[in-house]
């Protein structure tokens, strides 16, 4: 049974940081897109972060940019998103995704993942 599960989200002050794992078990993901979504109370799932199979590849969404930084351990098989200077806009419920397909690309569309973690709770307070 392949399994992501998040872990790392909190409350911290606004200004602080966090740092999210998602650690995968059941399959590996070393050749696979992944990435990071969220969801506030209220507002659909956005993209935050994105990284391609290679580990050579990112992107972020404009609100993440310069204070977000997605990355990977394939020894671990976990995924990790690094958050700076969090402001109370981040709140929200942080998920993993990982492609199902080999070789893939930057994937910023929901859609295009097949395994999701469950969510972990990052709130910032002002």
């Known amino acids: 049974q392949v399994q992501l599960v998040e872990s790392g989200g909190g409350l911290v002050q606004a200004g602080g940081s966090l740092r999210l794992s998602c650690a995968a078990s059941?399959?590996?993901?070393?050749?696979?897109?992944k990435g990071w979504f969220r969801q506030a109370p209220g507002k659909e799932r956005e993209f935050v972060a994105g990284?391609?199979?290679?580990?050579?590849?990112?992107y972020y969404a404009d609100s993440v940019k310069g204070r977000f930084t997605i990355s990977r351990d394939n020894n671990k098989n976990t995924l990790y998103l690094q958050m700076k200077s969090l402001k109370p806009e981040d709140t929200a419920v942080y998920y993993c995704?990982?492609?199902?397909?080999?070789?893939?690309?930057?994937?910023?569309?929901?859609?295009?993942?097949?395994?999701w973690g469950q969510g972990t709770q990052v709130t910032v307070s002002s």
């Open positions: 995704a990982a492609d199902s397909r080999q070789y893939g690309g930057i994937r910023r569309g929901s859609d295009e993942y097949d395994y």
């Open positions: 059941g399959r590996t993901f070393n050749l696979n897109a």
């Open positions: 990284i391609a199979w290679s580990g050579l590849g990112t």
